[in-house]
């Protein structure tokens, strides 16, 4: 039994085009069980997109929605709750601004997610919802989320994420940035089609020569594209929607305003809106693949949360796969720059072996892991640009990646363990290693002199270093070498950076050879 548990908790997810909070009781096995969900329009996501930022009336709407979901939250006495915010809120230049008066207003704290960290919440979601998940990754698979703002493709094949790409030309970006062009052509679904096709060609001969057999929607109002598919007959009750069917569908509200979508079948304007963009992105993306449809998983960015809350609380398999699949997404990045993979590979064994020898050192724990292993997979992807001070180059590629589940933060603090894997050490009068929150200065710091360590055993992009092991007789370190090779090289590489390692742990690091 899991101390604490069961609790109440609450999802909030402040979106561009709709606000919905979701209140559920978890229990002592980390089991979920929706009680509430709640949801009503706002204009934050067409202020955004239209004009860069949120208009006053819409942040005092915002905050009053709000305040009434704290007032539920108050009736259910929940104390944990997970709060963030999309693109409508992460792209308004007067953002800061809006958070505050949430805060204030509304007594909720909200954390404004980037594209990545939406992405791995929803994939997240995703996992629990189908049961032929595992089967679907290994005959291939695409998801396409939809968002107000921006869309996700995310690639599984043989089991294994291929790669994750996020597109600027989400459904109501569309509709906004089009908006004007609608009312001078009597062929705006047309419009749609060739801009969508503008923002998503270069993935096509990425996706098409894999041959997916299955294609999964999110997000773009994909319940109610299965509910109007239902309504005229076109699939069954099963969360399936076949590719004749969205043909059909597509052929159909093509030819109907907004309004007519509205009065026909009676959805809100804002649902109505979005219909063409959601409907010309997804048929689209099927044509890349050889599925016979798209599958309707009914889960939502609260489920995501959700099961988010419970990784965090408890040890769940969930947790683990999805850690696998951040380092794929990694490894993708890594041939697309075209680095050295047995060197990043090597480097990222050793970086991970005196990571978890030395704990009693560094007193960090698998959050810190990660990013010390994402950051020597990725430490020379720099030489992309420039073999001169790559370190350099490596740092501001990473930092404006878009990688599973990490914040800009966390970016940014991989980006500066990656800029000190070599010579350089940090100092203040790097501006980069500067704005680091003091903790974060700490920690990149430690994780950088264990990867400049780990480099330094593999200097020659050999392997000639198999394993380490570590002991620690009294104030020394040593590092016992398994190898049959000589390692000058590597053994005055290692020495060469002993200084920085002893400055930051307290103990110096020293060469045993074990053969």
């Not at 490596?394 to 404006?400: A, E, F, G, L, Q």
Request: hydrophobic share 40%; charged share 30%; aromatic share 8%.
């Amino acid at each position: 039994m899991k101390k604490g548990f069961p609790k109440t908790v609450a999802a909030i997810d402040v979106g561009s085009n709709f606000l919905r909070m979701m209140i559920a009781d978890i229990n002592s096995e980390g089991k979920v069980r929706q009680l509430e969900d709640v949801f009503k329009p706002t204009r934050i996501g067409r202020d955004t997109f239209a004009s860069g930022e949120i208009s006053l009336p819409s942040v005092r709407d915002l905050c009053d929605t709000l305040r009434g979901f704290r007032r539920l939250m108050s009736d259910y006495q929940i104390k944990e709750y997970r709060a963030v915010a999309t693109s409508g809120i992460r792209e308004a230049y007067n953002r800061l601004y809006v958070l505050e008066q949430i805060r204030v207003r509304a007594d909720l704290e909200v954390e404004v997610v980037n594209n990545a960290e939406e992405r791995f919440i929803m994939l997240k979601a995703l996992r629990d919802s189908l049961p032929d998940v595992p089967n679907m990754r290994h005959e291939g698979l695409l998801v396409v989320n939809i968002g107000m703002g921006a869309l996700e493709a995310t690639v599984y094949n043989q089991g294994v994420l291929q790669f994750s790409e996020h597109i600027k030309a989400g459904s109501l970006r569309l509709r906004e940035i089009l908006a004007d062009l609608e009312k001078t052509t009597l062929d705006f679904p047309g419009i749609v089609e060739e801009y969508v096709e503008s923002k998503i060609y270069l993935l096509e001969p990425l996706i098409k020569p894999l041959q997916l057999k299955n294609v999964v929607g999110l997000g773009g109002e994909l319940s109610s594209l299965l509910s109007l598919c239902r309504r005229e007959k076109l699939c069954g009750k099963q969360d399936h929607i076949p590719s004749p069917a969205l043909a059909k569908l597509y052929s159909k509200i093509r030819r109907m305003t907004v309004e007519q979508l509205i009065e026909t079948y009676d959805l809100h304007r804002n649902e109505a809106e979005i219909l063409l963009p959601s409907l010309v992105i997804f048929k689209r993306f099927l044509e890349f693949t050889e599925a016979s449809g798209i599958y309707v998983p009914m889960i939502t960015l609260r489920h995501g949360i959700l099961a988010n809350m419970v990784d965090e609380w408890f040890d769940t398999q969930r947790k683990y796969d999805f850690a696998n699949d951040i380092i794929s997404s990694v490894w993708y990045l890594i041939r697309k720059y075209g680095s050295d993979e047995q060197h990043a590979a090597h480097v990222a064994n050793l970086a991970l072996s005196i990571f978890d020898q030395t704990k009693s050192l560094h007193k960090m724990g698998a959050r810190e892991r990660l990013h010390l292993q994402i950051a020597s997979i990725m430490h020379d992807i720099g030489k992309f640009i420039n073999l001169t001070q790559h370190e350099k180059h490596s740092s501001s590629i990473i930092r404006y990646q878009e990688i599973l589940s990490l914040s800009k933060r966390e970016l940014s603090i991989i980006a500066n363990i990656s800029r000190y894997h070599s010579e350089r050490v940090p100092t203040y009068n790097d501006a980069r290693f500067r704005a680091l929150k003091d903790e974060d200065k700490t920690k990149v710091s430690k994780l950088a002199a264990i990867l400049k360590l780990a480099d330094a055993l593999d200097i020659t992009h050999k392997q000639k270093v198999r394993a380490v092991e570590i002991t620690r007789p009294g104030d020394r370190l040593d590092f016992n070498l398994f190898t049959h090779q000589e390692i000058l090289l590597e053994t005055w590489s290692f020495d060469s950076h002993c200084d920085f390692f002893e400055e930051v742990m307290g103990i110096r690091p020293a060469i045993k050879y074990r053969g």
